[in-house]
């Protein structure tokens, strides 16, 4: 007798399970040895990892030239670095393209917050 079992998705062994839906995470992309995006670790990584935000919505880094950038979920391919997109769920929902300092970043990051609540 035949059995024909399910084929779990490409990437569903690494999902942890206790992951609670609706994980939200913003990723940095990056270009190693990028001026500009060391900015990003310089004015904006510090005031935002002492924010009650960083504990919600972790930061991650992602060097754009040592990966797949069509496997990390975009809506559309990467054109400037740095570029910080927020995540859900493995999924984009919005993103700020080049670097802006720190009061642009956050001003936009609560617009994209909202729009990820809805």
Not at 15 to 20: A, G, I, K, L, N
Not at 61 to 69: G, H, L, P, Q
Not at 97 to 108: I, R
């Amino acid at each position: 007798a035949l059995s024909l079992g399910l084929v779990e998705p490409l990437g569903a062994a690494r999902e942890q399970p206790s992951q609670p839906a609706n994980r939200l995470e913003l990723l940095v992309i990056e270009v190693a040895g990028c001026t500009i995006c060391d900015l990003v670790r310089v004015h904006i990584q510090p005031a935002y990892e002492s924010s009650p935000r960083a504990r919600q919505v972790p930061m991650r880094y992602v060097d754009i030239t040592s990966i797949d950038e069509l496997r990390l979920g975009l809506t559309e391919r990467v054109a400037t670095v740095p570029t910080i997109v927020l995540m859900r769920d493995g999924r984009e929902i919005d993103r700020i393209s080049g670097y802006t300092g720190p009061e642009h970043f956050f001003v936009a990051l609560s617009d994209m917050l909202e729009m990820a609540a809805d």
